[in-house]
């Protein structure tokens, strides 16, 4: 097989012989061409130079006759004699010179009459010298019509020359004319061949990159089956014997990743349909990609029917919808306070609540893909925690009116019996005197957190100074941290601005929150009050070197009933911070904890400024 | 202080043991019923100076007592008692003429100051400024919701004056209510045009932006 530069050089090489050859063509035709007027000039001129000097030879021979018969006999006879040996000469040349068929019998001829007249003139001078009148006659008679036929026979010869002169030039012109016909001809076939030979070569070497380029369009069509003859020149058929390689490559690549993305599509699929919470895929123009028999079963309809339309169009909420536009334009999750993010729909078989997350589908290139609804019904946790607030109501409404009783009677007991008892049995009564009061405090904390839960809580907004909260506070807690040997220190700046708090409220979280760290903080310890700006909030925190939260405690630990679990000192109701978080929240701010357990703990709550 | 005895109504042996033996030391002669039944027996028999009832009790209930004595014996002073939370209770009882309400649970000593403090005055004495101050002393402390059993007392007693309605507006304002605290404060105004707390409160309350800072009490 030739290589590509092989055959570009062959082909152009055939161009390059056929080009020699129309040259030297043509080169032989002008040499022809050159040769054959150059016969003529050389051959014909010289015959008719010397015919022309024999015609001049002979007629001065004439006229010097004349001049004899006129009486010069020396002078004519010394003309005559001079001009002999010239036209002899000349006859000579012209003898030498014949080419042409006739010109030799020509030639004969002139010299037998010049012979003859030759003769007659010297016959003439020998009767010339007595015989004047017979001399003239004799000149009429013979010397003239032999001078006029050898003139005539020169002349004669001469025009035989013109003749094949002119046929001679005739003939170039024929040459000259074929030589032009031919060229054509010749030329013509060669640019003929020489276009078809271009346009064969140029096929034979732009057909296999041709394919080449097919068969790569085609790929990046996602035709991945294609292949390439390996055909033209080395290199060519090396390259697409390479190409269809990589092309056989791309396809196991494209059919592995095709295999994964379907068994990745079916998994996903599957987990989708299989949960028992709603799911609705929806694309960037909010188009149901995907819904699970839950999310069909939760909006009434069936899961096949929505597919392919608008969310709207299926789902009529305006909120979902928004929220859900407002992800895709956005390209992240809306956020939702606590409580905004459940959706309830009521039918004839009472309300059915679901909480709802929207999580917005990006791919690395940051371009939303869709977003995923989930829907998780609560219903059955709604009624649950009803059940349980209701339960907790009642139980602590019931829980009353035993509890005044025996308070009262241990108070009554410390008034009037204390006197008649041992120092034992007042002890235990002091004891059942402080349970008392713990299970009171219990008691209505529960009912006051029930009442806050339900939306009830009293707040008495004023503008405060935050130092004002914290010097109430402190006052409070002042007593039990001196009698642990703790120290309480406060850090704030004396420029934070006025807050807007119920300050009661705000100065029960505080002293709930120091109370808590003067549980949890052994003798000895640390705790600090800190305030600080920070935007349009000041944030309060409390922090101790105490025990600290466990971590499985921390996520929990504004919930209800979680507590420490200490051996023998008396806790708290379990209620405190939960009581604090619905309190902060009821003033717009936010409650979290930091902790390490052993390093101790920092309870922070913001409030809003008051400006 | 009075001679006449006490009677205590509750349907709860515990508590009428309880509240009988804290009241002692008041030394005041204390009697006991255990029903609304019994007690309306009893007040038709002899006269008593105070009476200490449950709102809640099986068959005739403390509400239906109240309203049948309020009737027959305009001069008994009635304290109720009532479940801590039960606030709508507290008022429909204190307009039907109780002087004042205990919440459950509560403590001997807090029981003997409120009817110590009672029993210093007649009757007629516990009129619309006593519940007036009353109802300003548990704004102070941050009681609102028993400032509010006082404060309406006292329109019950004194519909023409403005102070109590304005207390209302002030209370209702705080506990989120602006409606309820416009209605409140109007009502002062139609009562005393110039009543300046309430017209202050009035004009801060239709300010935009909505201020809740600042409320005139008085």
């Known amino acids: 097989m030739r290589t590509f530069r092989q055959k570009i050089f062959i082909g152009y090489g055939a161009s390059l012989v056929l080009m020699v050859l129309i040259l030297a063509w043509a080169m032989f035709m002008i040499l022809r061409l050159g040769r054959a007027s150059e016969s003529i000039l050389r051959e014909n001129y010289r015959s008719i130079q010397a015919v022309e000097h024999m015609i001049d030879a002979v007629e001065r021979q004439d006229s010097a006759v004349l001049l004899y018969l006129l009486g010069y006999q020396e002078q004519g006879l010394k003309e005559f004699r001079e001009n002999e040996p010239a036209f002899l000469q000349w006859l000579g040349r012209a003898?030498?010179?014949?080419?042409?068929?006739?010109?030799?019998?020509?030639?004969?001829?002139?010299?037998?009459s010049y012979l003859k007249?030759?003769?007659?003139?010297?016959?003439?001078?020998?009767?010339?010298?007595?015989?004047?009148?017979?001399?003239?006659?004799?000149?009429?008679?013979?010397?003239?019509?032999?001078?006029?036929?050898?003139?005539?026979?020169?002349?004669?010869?001469?025009?035989?020359?013109?003749?094949?002169?002119?046929?001679?030039?005739?003939?170039?012109?024929?040459?000259?004319?074929?030589?032009?016909?031919?060229?054509?001809?010749?030329?013509?076939?060669?640019?003929?061949?020489?276009?078809?030979?271009?346009?064969?070569?140029?096929?034979?070497?732009?057909?296999?990159?041709?394919?080449?380029?097919?068969?790569?369009?085609?790929?990046?069509?996602?035709?991945?089956?294609?292949?390439?003859?390996?055909?033209?020149?080395?290199?060519?058929?090396?390259?697409?014997?390479?190409?269809?390689?990589?092309?056989?490559?791309?396809?196991k690549y494209h059919e592995m990743n095709i295999g994964k993305?379907?068994?990745?599509?079916?998994?996903?699929?599957?987990?989708?349909?299989?949960?028992?919470?709603?799911?609705?895929?929806?694309?960037?123009?909010?188009?149901?990609?995907?819904?699970?028999?839950k999310a069909a079963l939760i909006f009434g309809v069936h899961k096949d029917s929505l597919l392919g339309k608008h969310f709207f169009e299926a789902v009529r909420d305006e909120r979902l919808f928004h929220l859900l536009k407002q992800s895709v334009e956005s390209g992240s999750a809306p956020q939702l306070k606590e409580g905004e993010d459940i959706f309830t729909i009521t039918s004839e078989g009472g309300s059915q609540h679901y909480q709802f997350s929207i999580i917005p589908m990006q791919s690395q290139a940051q371009a939303i893909q869709g977003v995923v609804l989930h829907l998780r019904d609560i219903t059955r946790l709604r009624e649950l925690d009803r059940l349980k607030s209701e339960f907790v109501l009642t139980a602590s409404h019931e829980l009353r009116t035993p509890l005044t009783s025996v308070s009262m009677a241990v108070d009554l007991l410390l008034e009037s019996a204390a006197a008649k008892l041992t120092d034992k049995e007042r002890e235990l009564l002091a004891a059942c005197h402080e349970d008392v009061h713990r299970l009171r405090a219990l008691?209505?904390?529960?009912?006051?957190?029930?009442?806050?839960?339900?939306?009830?809580?009293?707040?008495?907004?004023?503008?405060?100074?935050?130092?004002?909260?914290?010097?109430?506070?402190?006052?409070?807690?002042?007593?039990?941290?001196?009698?642990?040997?703790?120290?309480?220190?406060?850090?704030?700046?004396?420029?934070?601005?006025?807050?807007?708090?119920?300050?009661?409220?705000?100065?029960?979280?505080i002293v709930n929150l120091l109370a808590n760290a003067v549980r949890h903080t052994p003798e000895g310890g640390h705790i600090r009050v800190k305030g600080e700006r920070v935007g349009g909030q000041v944030h309060i925190s409390v922090a101790d070197d105490g025990e600290g939260v466990p971590y499985d405690l921390q996520s929990r630990i504004f919930d209800k009933f979680v507590q420490l679990k200490r051996d023998g000192a008396a806790g708290g109701s379990g209620l405190g911070l939960a009581i604090c978080k619905e309190v902060v929240r009821a003033h717009r701010g936010t409650i979290w904890l930091d902790s390490t357990p052993g390093q101790g703990s920092t309870f922070t709550f913001t409030i809003p400024t008051a400006d | 202080?009075?001679?006449?005895?006490?009677?205590?109504?509750?349907?709860?042996?515990?508590?009428?043991?309880?509240?009988?033996?804290?009241?002692?030391?008041?030394?005041?002669?204390?009697?006991?019923?255990?029903?609304?039944?019994?007690?309306?027996?009893?007040?038709?028999?002899?006269?008593?100076?105070?009476?200490?009832?449950?709102?809640?009790?099986?068959?005739?209930?403390?509400?239906?007592?109240?309203?049948?004595?309020?009737?027959?014996?305009?001069?008994?002073?009635?304290?109720?008692?009532?479940?801590?939370?039960?606030?709508?209770?507290?008022?429909?009882?204190?307009?039907?003429?109780?002087?004042?309400?205990?919440?459950?649970?509560?403590?001997?000593?807090?029981?003997?100051?409120?009817?110590?403090?009672?029993?210093?005055?007649?009757?007629e004495a516990h009129g619309y400024w006593?519940?007036?101050?009353?109802?300003?002393?548990?704004?102070?402390?941050?009681?609102?919701?028993?400032?509010?059993?006082?404060?309406?007392?006292?329109v019950f007693l004194n519909p023409g004056r403005p102070e109590a309605l304005n207390l209302l507006g002030g209370i209702?304002?705080?506990?989120?209510?602006?409606?309820?605290?416009?209605?409140?404060?109007?009502?002062?105004?139609?009562?005393?045009?110039?009543?300046?707390?309430?017209?202050?409160?009035?004009?801060?309350?239709?300010?935009s932006p909505y201020n809740r800072e600042g409320i005139v009490w008085d």
């Open chain 2, 130 to 154: 006593d519940y007036l101050a009353l109802a300003k002393e548990r704004i102070n402390e941050g009681y609102f919701d028993v400032a509010g059993v006082y404060a309406q007392k006292a």
């Open chain 2, 1 to 123: 202080m009075s001679s006449r005895p006490i009677l205590i109504v509750d349907d709860e042996k515990n508590i009428r043991l309880a509240l009988s033996m804290s009241l002692e030391k008041l030394e005041i002669p204390v009697e006991t019923a255990a029903s609304g039944e019994e007690a309306l027996e009893k007040l038709g028999q002899g006269e008593y100076e105070l009476m200490l009832l449950d709102l809640r009790m099986p068959g005739l209930d403390g509400m239906e007592v109240l309203r049948r004595v309020s009737q027959q014996l305009p001069e008994l002073k009635v304290i109720i008692i009532t479940a801590y939370g039960s606030i709508d209770l507290a008022v429909e009882a204190m307009k039907l003429g109780a002087v004042d309400f205990l919440q459950k649970p509560f403590d001997a000593n807090q029981v003997r100051e409120m009817v110590r403090r009672i029993l210093e005055k007649p009757r």
């Open chain 1, 443 to 509: 008691v209505n904390d529960l009912l006051d957190l029930s009442k806050i839960e339900a939306g009830k809580l009293e707040l008495a907004f004023e503008r405060v100074q935050p130092a004002f909260l914290f010097d109430q506070a402190l006052a409070v807690v002042k007593p039990q941290a001196e009698a642990k040997n703790l120290e309480l220190k406060l850090e704030a700046p004396p420029d934070l601005p006025l807050v807007k708090a119920d300050p009661n409220k705000i100065v029960w979280v």
């Open chain 2, 172 to 207: 209702a304002e705080s506990q989120g209510n602006r409606r309820e605290a416009e209605e409140y404060y109007r009502a002062a105004l139609t009562r005393y045009p110039h009543y300046t707390a309430a017209k202050l409160n009035l004009e801060r309350l239709a300010r």
């Open chain 1, 95 to 112: 003898r030498d010179n014949i080419t042409i068929t006739g010109e030799k019998e020509i030639i004969d001829s002139i010299e037998q």
């Open chain 1, 261 to 293: 993305i379907i068994a990745e599509k079916l998994k996903s699929e599957a987990i989708i349909q299989s949960v028992d919470d709603g799911i609705i895929v929806v694309d960037d123009s909010l188009v149901i990609n995907s819904i699970n028999p």
């Open chain 1, 117 to 251: 007249y030759l003769k007659e003139v010297a016959n003439l001078h020998l009767k010339g010298a007595s015989d004047q009148p017979g001399a003239v006659n004799l000149y009429h008679e013979s010397i003239l019509p032999l001078f006029r036929s050898t003139r005539d026979t020169c002349i004669k010869l001469r025009e035989i020359n013109h003749e094949t002169m002119y046929a001679a030039s005739n003939r170039a012109g024929r040459l000259s004319l074929q030589a032009v016909l031919s060229m054509a001809v010749i030329g013509s076939l060669a640019v003929i061949i020489g276009v078809i030979f271009s346009l064969f070569l140029s096929r034979l070497i732009s057909r296999p990159v041709t394919e080449l380029k097919e068969a790569a369009l085609q790929i990046a069509e996602g035709n991945y089956e294609v292949q390439v003859p390996a055909r033209g020149a080395a290199e060519l058929a090396l390259l697409a014997e390479q190409f269809n390689q990589m092309a056989e490559k791309l396809r």
